[in-house]
């Protein structure tokens, strides 16, 4: 907690990061500030100004604007709390992105060219086109002994124009910067320009879980890491799937894989010789109706089970030169398939509004118009539909 001042506030809206309508609320400047604005690769913290909530935390300049909902009263004393268990969390992914970056590079030559400070999980981008599985497993290896030696990390400050600036690691300084440089420093592992929050003690991390890499962008390669509490989350979060797979395969973890192999081919082989039924089924219901003394002009067929193969099967043994065809399959209270088959000029002239009743999109040609419909429950106003059409192309009917 920290007692500061309200220096300014202002209206603005705040656009959410998920997206969506903007947020009205107001900007407030305070005369010093304990949470940390975006920046660095690292996200901003969260707290309350007095009861009142903190949703952004954003630089300006020199000056911290915190995005709050109420208005704050220019001149008012406010106690500023910060949302430690999210500050903690940014301090430990940060310092060890620093411990690995400095690593990396001493090891094996691999500079950092960006990172991100993931929700979840965090991501270094280095400058190789590729790393072995043998030199993650080294890093990791490494960048943890450093934690169990209990490395003491400090933070000074230079002046802008000093000229030991040069011997610091850096990725540049933002454009708008001003006043003192700071340096974050890993006692005899790394020095480094950096605005972000850090732990103070390399012991801080616990333990960094290198989670392998993946192709990044122009020859880069994104090593993808878990620090601190991150790694106990994600093996409670495992062990609990570990425990739910046990319960429903019935076997112990060594035996997961081979048992969802097994189930997957089982599927595959179900689903094969569900897909040959529904052929045969297709076919049956064609003939079915092929063989009555006197054909319909419409038919209509609805079946949950089924695809577009199904429907177009059907279709191919009815024959649609003189026969209206309305098919559809899928969940009747929800999305499906529909098939719109026919005379060209009559599916040509009643196909996109099908479409439209069924709240779908479709295409077709050559007596064929077919699309996804989300309102399957509509079928009976698309049914009537049909009917009127055929009603008015033979009165007699």
């Known amino acids: 907690q920290f007692t500061t001042r309200v220096v300014s506030c202002r209206a603005a809206e ?35 100004i ?42 430990q992914q940060h310092s060890g992105q620093h411990l690995i970056s400095a690593i990396a590079e001493e090891m094996f030559g691999f500079k950092t060219t960006s990172w991100e400070l993931g929700r ?30 209990r490395v003491p990390v400090t933070v000074r400050e230079l002046a802008a124009d000093d000229p030991e600036i040069e011997t610091v690691r850096s990725r540049g300084l933002p454009d708008d910067h001003v006043g ?22 390399l012991s801080d991390l616990q333990v960094i879980k290198l989670l392998g890499v993946e192709k990044g962008k122009k020859n880069k390669t994104n090593l993808v890491f878990l620090a601190g509490n991150r790694v106990l989350k994600s093996i409670e979060q495992s062990h609990s799937t570990e425990k739910a797979l046990t319960s429903l395969l019935k076997n112990g973890p060594g035996e ?52 577009s193969e199904f429907m177009n099967i059907i279709a191919n043994e009815i024959g649609t030169e003189e026969t209206l065809l309305f098919l559809t399959v899928g969940d009747e209270k929800e999305a499906g398939l529909f098939l719109l088959a026919g005379p060209v000029e009559a599916v040509e002239n009643l196909g996109p509004r099908v479409a439209e009743l069924l709240g779908g999109k479709g295409a077709g040609k050559r007596g064929r118009f077919q699309g996804k419909a989300a309102k ?22």
């Not at 003192?180 to 003690?201: A, E, F, M, Y």
């Open 120 to 149: 979840q999980r965090s991501v270094i981008e280095l400058d190789t086109p590729f790393m072995t599985a043998e030199q993650v497993e080294a890093l990791e290896k490494s960048v943890n002994e450093k934690i169990r030696d």
């Open 50 to 91: 007095g009861d009142v909530p903190v949703l952004r935390v954003s630089r300006r300049g020199p000056e911290a604007v915190h995005f709050v909902p109420t208005a704050l009263e220019p001149g008012t004393e406010v106690l500023l709390s910060l949302d430690w268990e999210r500050r903690f969390d940014h301090m």
């Open 256 to 307: 997961h894989v081979e048992a969802v192999k097994r189930l997957q081919s089982s599927v595959k082989l179900l689903q094969k010789n569900n897909l040959n039924l529904l052929r045969d089924i297709a076919v049956l219901i064609a003939r079915d109706f092929k063989n009555k003394p006197a054909p319909e002009q419409l038919f209509v067929l609805h079946r949950k089970e089924g695809d």
């Open 376 to 397: 399957m429950s509509r079928r009976g106003e698309v049914q009537a539909l049909l009917q009127e059409f055929i009603s008015h192309q033979n009165p007699e009917a």
């Open 180 to 201: 003192p440089v700071r340096v974050v420093d890993i006692k005899g592992i790394d020095s480094n320009l950096c605005c972000g929050t850090h732990v103070s003690n």
């Open 14 to 48: 705040l656009r959410p990061e998920g997206g969506g309508e903007p947020v009205c609320g107001f900007q407030v400047v305070l005369e010093d500030t304990i949470l940390f604005p975006e920046g660095g690769g690292q996200p901003d913290d969260r707290g309350f």
